[in-house]
C-alpha cells in the first residue's frame, strides 16, 4: 500500500520543512539517499566492469553492467586495498554493496564493500579439485612431514608486518620463550600479489636461514573471509611450502579456516598464535622441568655448602698465623739466597779456569798461514800454465779433426764433380746390377739434382743394349 506523501516527508523532514511542503534539491537527494539505503539492504549484485578508474586517492571507481542496465560503482581505498585480484575492464564480478545516491549530483550509486571474481561460489569446487591433485602428487603425504625442533635455534616469520596476527605471534612467544630469536620476512597476505610474495620470503627464508640462525618457520595471518584468505590456495605456494627444508608451521585464519597450505605444511595451528605456542612448546614445557631441577640444585648447593663449611672450620684449626708464614719464607729465602751465591762462585771460577786451557790449546794448534799461503800460490801457478798448455793441444787437436771432417763431408765429394744415385725407395744405389731398365733414378749433385730412366745397364766400359728411351 503507498504510504502518503506528507506522511512520507513527516517521516523524514523536520517539521518545519514538512509544514511547508516545498523542499531544497538538497534535501530531496537526501530523502532519497534515505529512502534508498533504508528500503534495500546490503546485497550481491553481479554484472561486468566498465569505465574502470582508479583514483590517485586509492578509491575505485566503475560502472557494472549486464545486457539490459548499468549502475556506477564506488569502492574505498580500504575496501580496495583488500582486494585478492586486480579488477579490470570486461571483467565479470560479484560486488557486495549497499545502494545509495551520491547527494552532490544526484548519481544513483552502489558502494561496494567486498569484490570478487564471478563465480566464486565455485571456489569451494576449485578448492576441492587442486587439494585432490596435490594429495594424488603426494604432497599432503603424513610420511613428508618432518617433526618440529623441540628446542629451535631460531623461528622465521612470513606475514605482512601491519597484520594484527604479527603481534598476537611475537607477545606468544616472549611470554612463553622470552630468549627465542625471532626473524620477520615481510610478505603481503592478501591481494593479487600476495602468493609471489609469500613465495618470495619462504625463498629469503630458506636461503638465509644458516646467516640468520632459524630453525622453523611460521606462516600466519588473522581471521577473514573466503576470499581474504584464498591467496592461501595458490597452488604455487603450496609446492613451495613442501619444497622448504625447513619445518613450516601454518596458522592462518581461525580454527574453522582451512586452506591448501595448511595441508602441505608440517603442522597445522587453529590460529597465529596456537603457532606460535607449537614453536615454543619445547621451551614452554621445559620451565616446569626447569623449576623442579632447579629446586633440587638448590638444595643440593646448599647441602654442598654445609659441608665445605664444616671442612673450613676444620681446615681453619690448623691455619698458620700469616706473620709466622712470611717470617719462615723470609728465612727460607735468604738461605736459598746464600745457597745460590756460593753456587756460582764455585761455578764461575770452574769456567774460567776451563776458558784459560782451552786458550792454551788453540794457541798451540794455530797453523802457519803464512807458509800455507806461499804454497797455495805456487800451486795456482802451475794449474794456470797447465790449462793453458792442455788447452792449446786440445785446440790442435780440433783443428786436425775439423779439416779431416770437412774432407769426408759428402758435399764436399759432389763439388769433384760426383754424384749420388737414389732408387726409387730413396735407397743409395752403389752397383749397376741392383738395377733393372726402366727403373727410375734420383741423381744428386753438388747443386740440384735430375730425376731420370734407366736405358741400359753397363758393365764397366762394355754396354748392353737392353731398351730405348731416356729421361
Avoid at 630453525?215 to 605456494?237: A, H, K, Q, Y
Avoid at 590460529?271 to 638448590?298: I, K, M, N
Avoid at 775439423?402 to 725407395?425: C, E, H, K, M, W
Wanted: aromatic share 6%; net charge positive; glycine share 8%.
Amino acid at each position: 500500500m503507498p504510504i502518503p506523501y506528507d506522511d512520507f516527508l513527516d517521516g523524514f523532514l523536520p517539521h518545519t520543512e514538512s509544514a511547508s511542503r516545498v523542499i531544497s534539491v538538497s534535501a530531496l537527494n537526501r530523502l532519497a539517499r534515505a529512502a534508498l539505503e533504508t528500503s534495500l539492504p546490503l546485497l550481491w549484485v553481479g554484472g561486468e566492469i566498465s569505465n574502470l578508474t582508479r583514483a590517485a586517492s586509492g578509491h575505485l571507481y566503475f560502472t557494472l553492467k549486464d545486457a539490459q542496465a548499468q549502475v556506477r560503482c564506488a569502492m574505498w581505498r580500504n575496501r580496495a586495498q583488500a582486494l585478492s585480484f586486480r579488477p579490470e575492464n570486461g571483467m565479470r564480478v560479484e560486488a557486495r554493496a549497499l545502494v545509495t545516491l551520491y547527494e552532490a549530483r544526484g548519481d544513483y550509486q552502489i558502494n561496494v564493500e567486498a569484490l570478487r571474481p564471478a563465480g566464486a561460489g565455485d571456489l569451494a569446487e576449485a578448492f576441492r579439485r587442486l587439494k585432490e591433485k596435490l594429495a594424488a602428487e603426494g604432497l599432503f603425504d603424513p610420511a613428508r612431514r618432518r617433526p618440529l625442533p623441540t628446542f629451535p635455534g631460531g623461528v622465521g616469520i612470513i606475514t605482512s608486518p601491519a597484520a594484527a596476527a604479527l603481534r598476537d605471534v611475537l607477545v606468544t612467544l616472549h611470554r612463553r620463550a622470552p630468549g627465542l630469536p625471532v626473524t620477520i620476512y615481510p610478505a603481503s597476505v592478501q591481494g593479487i600479489d600476495a602468493p609471489r610474495q609469500l613465495c618470495a620470503a619462504l625463498a629469503a627464508a630458506t636461503r638465509r636461514a644458516e646467516t640468520d640462525g632459524i630453525e622453523l618457520i611460521l606462516l600466519v595471518r588473522g581471521g577473514g573471509s573466503l576470499e581474504d584468505l584464498w591467496v592461501f590456495n595458490d597452488e604455487t605456494l603450496a609446492r613451495a611450502i613442501a619444497a622448504c627444508p625447513l619445518p613450516v608451521v601454518s596458522g592462518i585464519g581461525h580454527e574453522t579456516d582451512f586452506t591448501i597450505a595448511d595441508f602441505a605444511a608440517d603442522l597445522r595451528a587453529p590460529t597465529p598464535t596456537g603457532a606460535a605456542e607449537l614453536a615454543s612448546a619445547g621451551y614452554f614445557s621445559a620451565r616446569d622441568t626447569l623449576a623442579v631441577t632447579a629446586r633440587h640444585l638448590r638444595h643440593s648447593i646448599a647441602r654442598q655448602l654445609e659441608t665445605l663449611a664444616q671442612r673450613t672450620d676444620r681446615c681453619a684449626l690448623r691455619l698458620v698465623h700469616p706473620r709466622d708464614r712470611l717470617r719462615r719464607a723470609r728465612e727460607s729465602a735468604v738461605y736459598h739466597d746464600q745457597r745460590l751465591r756460593q753456587a756460582m762462585t764455585v761455578c764461575l771460577g770452574e769456567c774460567a779456569h776451563r776458558l784459560s786451557k782451552l786458550e792454551l790449546r788453540l794457541n798451540a794448534r794455530t797453523p802457519a798461514t803464512a807458509v800455507l799461503r806461499k804454497q797455495v800460490d805456487g800451486i795456482g801457478e802451475r794449474l794456470d800454465r797447465a790449462a793453458y798448455a792442455l788447452i792449446g793441444a786440445q785446440r790442435q787437436r780440433l783443428d786436425a779433426l775439423s779439416a779431416g771432417l770437412r774432407q769426408l763431408n759428402p758435399d764436399a765429394v759432389l763439388t769433384r764433380g760426383y754424384s749420388i744415385v737414389r732408387d726409387a725407395q730413396g735407397h743409395i744405389v752403389r752397383t749397376a746390377t741392383s738395377l733393372q731398365p726402366g727403373d727410375p733414378l734420383a741423381v744428386q749433385f753438388a747443386e740440384g739434382g735430375i730425376d731420370v730412366t734407366v736405358d741400359r745397364l753397363r758393365e764397366r766400359d762394355k754396354c748392353v743394349p737392353q731398351s730405348h728411351g731416356s729421361e
